[in-house]
C-alpha cells in the first residue's frame, strides 16, 4: 500500500507537468507554423471540393484491365540488405538486368542516392528464391496484391467501377480481390512474387542518403511476360463491353530470355485485340520502368499507337520522349522535376504521337486504306510534387480538372496508407508559383490555395496541374503510380 501511495504524488504533478510543457509548446510556437497549417488546410480542402464536384455516376463505369498480376512482398530495403549480407558499394552501376548479388548492390545504389523508383529482373532464379527466403523472416515485412493491373483493378473498384482483370492468378490471390473484380484468365498454383525493396527519405545505405522514399522491385517473373490471360480476357470482353481499357504490366517483358520472335508474337496479339475493339472504348496504357530500348521500339509499334491516353511518372515521361526523339534510353532521370520541365516534356510526347498518328494516317488513305490507331487525347504525369494532364479539346474525356485533383488527393491516400488526410504528416513541395513552359516569356502561374488545381488552354488542348500534399510518414510507394492515375481515369470516363 505505501508503495503505491506514494507514487499517487508522482503521477499527478507529472500530469501536471506535461499539460505545462503542451501549453508552453503552443504558447511559443512559430505564427509560420500556424501560417503554413492554414495553408495546408485551404489547399486540402478545396481539393477535396473539387474531388467531389463530379461523382462517378449511378450505373458502375465498367472498365477491363489487362495484364498480369503478383503477390509483393514489401520490405524495408536497407535493413533487407543488411540483413541478407549483400555489402555496401562505393560503385552505383546501372545495370539492364540483374545476375549476381554485386550487381544488385551496384543497381541498388545507383537509383536509392537519388531517390529515383526502378525495376529490375533477375536472371538468377535461385538468387531470387534466396531473396525471397531471405525476406520472408524479415520482421515488418508485408505481403500485398501486386502488379500494375490488379492494383489498378482494385483502386477503380473501390472508386465505384465494375472491372474485368486479365491475369493468371492462384485461388488465394482471386480470393482477396474485390467483389467488384471478375478475372479472365488461368488458374495456377503459385503467383509471381515481387521483392519491393522500400526506403524513406533520408534514409542511408554505406555512404549513401536517398533525397526521397521511392522503391527498388526485384523479380523473376515466369507467367507475366507472356500476358497468358491474353485469350481469355478478348473473350469475356466481348460480352463484358467496357467503357474503357487498361493495359500494363508490359514492363515484366523487358529482358525477359524469351525465344528469337516470341515476344513480337505475343505483342502483335495484344494489337490484334486493341484494332478490334470498339472505336468508342478508350484505350489507357500505363507505362513503367522499361530499360531495353527493341521493346519500347515494340511497344511504339504494337500498342502506342492504339491507345488515346497515356500515364507515366516523371522518369518515364523524359525516357520516352528520348526514343521518340531518336535518342537512346534515359535511364536516370531528376526525380524532382520542375513543373515547366515536365509539361515541355508532355508537350513534346503529345506532338510527335499525333504527328505520328496523322502521317500514318495520310498514308492510309493514299492507298485507300482504312485508319490506323487513335490520336493521343489525354496524357496524365504524375510526380511526387505534382500532377499534370493535357486533354484534347472535344476529345472523350471530361472533367479534367476534378481528376487532376481526384488523382493528387490519391497520391497522399496511397503512400500514407489511409483515405483520411492527415496533415501532420504532409507537406507541400511545389513551388508556390511555377513557369509553364522554359520557353522565353512564359507565364507564371501562382499556386492559389483556394483554387490549387491551375487549368489553361492550349492550342487544341487544356493543362491542368495540380499540387501534392507529399506524404511524410511513408507506409508504401510501390503502387503509388497505378492508383493515382486509375483514380485519375474514374471521373474522365
Not at 513480337?264 to 494489337?271: F, H, K
Not at 522518369?315 to 532521370?333: A, D, H, M, R, Y
Not at 489511409?418 to 513541395?429: E, P, Q, T
Amino acid at each position: 500500500m505505501m508503495e503505491g501511495g506514494s507514487r499517487l504524488p508522482w503521477t499527478k504533478y507529472g500530469s501536471v507537468l506535461s499539460l505545462f510543457v503542451v501549453l508552453l509548446a503552443i504558447w511559443f510556437r512559430s505564427p509560420q507554423d500556424t501560417v503554413l497549417d492554414d495553408r495546408l488546410d485551404t489547399v486540402l480542402s478545396s481539393l477535396l471540393r473539387a474531388e467531389r464536384k463530379v461523382g462517378v455516376n449511378n450505373a458502375r463505369p465498367r472498365v477491363a484491365v489487362g495484364f498480369g498480376g503478383c503477390v509483393d512482398l514489401i520490405v524495408d530495403g536497407v535493413s533487407f540488405l543488411n540483413k541478407i549480407g549483400v555489402s555496401h558499394t562505393d560503385q552505383p552501376l546501372h545495370h539492364d538486368y540483374l545476375e549476381n548479388a554485386e550487381q544488385l548492390a551496384q543497381s541498388f545504389a545507383y537509383f536509392f542516392a537519388p531517390g529515383a523508383a526502378a525495376e529490375r529482373f533477375m536472371i538468377n532464379e535461385s538468387l531470387f528464391s534466396e531473396l525471397v527466403e531471405g525476406a520472408r523472416d524479415l520482421p515488418g515485412n508485408r505481403w500485398s496484391v501486386g502488379g500494375n493491373a490488379p492494383v489498378m483493378a482494385g483502386r477503380m473498384a473501390t472508386e465505384g467501377c465494375d472491372v474485368l482483370l486479365g491475369g493468371s492468378f492462384s485461388t488465394d490471390f482471386t480470393e482477396v480481390l474485390s467483389q467488384h473484380i471478375a478475372v479472365a484468365g488461368k488458374m495456377i498454383e503459385e503467383p509471381d512474387i515481387h521483392l519491393i525493396l522500400e526506403y524513406s527519405s533520408g534514409a542511408s545505405w554505406g555512404t549513401f542518403t536517398s533525397r526521397r522514399a521511392n522503391r527498388y522491385i526485384i523479380h523473376s517473373d515466369a507467367h507475366n511476360p507472356y500476358l497468358d490471360s491474353l485469350e481469355e480476357f478478348a473473350e469475356k470482353l466481348k460480352d463484358f463491353k467496357p467503357d474503357l481499357l487498361v493495359v500494363g504490366g508490359l514492363q515484366m517483358m523487358d529482358n525477359f530470355p524469351f525465344n528469337s520472335g516470341e515476344r513480337e508474337a505475343v505483342l502483335s496479339q495484344l494489337a490484334d485485340l486493341l484494332t478490334t475493339s470498339s472505336p468508342q472504348i478508350g484505350i489507357h496504357f500505363e507505362m513503367a520502368s522499361f530499360v531495353e530500348e527493341n521493346i519500347v521500339d515494340e511497344l511504339l509499334h504494337y500498342v502506342i499507337p492504339h491507345a488515346d491516353s497515356l500515364g507515366m511518372n516523371e522518369q518515364e515521361l523524359p525516357n520516352l520522349l528520348s526514343l521518340l526523339k531518336g535518342s537512346s534510353i534515359t535511364v536516370l532521370s531528376d526525380p524532382n522535376p520542375r513543373v515547366a520541365t515536365v509539361l515541355d516534356q508532355m508537350r513534346e510526347v503529345y506532338r510527335i504521337l499525333n504527328q505520328r498518328y496523322k502521317d500514318a494516317n495520310s498514308h492510309s488513305e493514299a492507298n485507300n486504306g482504312k485508319s490506323k490507331g487513335k490520336p493521343l487525347t489525354r496524357l496524365h504525369v504524375h510526380t511526387l510534387a505534382f500532377q499534370a494532364m493535357i486533354v484534347t479539346h472535344g476529345s472523350q474525356w471530361k472533367n479534367t480538372m476534378s481528376a487532376t485533383a481526384k488523382a493528387s488527393l490519391t497520391a497522399n491516400r496511397h503512400v500514407c496508407g489511409s483515405n483520411d488526410i492527415d496533415l501532420s504528416k504532409a507537406r507541400l513541395i511545389m513551388d508556390d508559383s511555377f513557369s509553364i513552359s522554359h520557353r522565353e516569356g512564359s507565364q507564371r502561374i501562382p499556386l492559389q490555395e483556394t483554387r490549387p488545381v491551375s487549368c489553361w488552354d492550349e492550342d487544341d488542348y487544356q493543362i491542368c496541374v495540380a499540387p501534392v500534399l507529399v506524404c511524410t510518414e511513408v507506409y508504401q510507394t510501390a503502387g503509388g503510380g497505378d492508383n493515382v492515375s486509375a483514380a485519375g481515369l474514374v471521373l474522365q470516363i
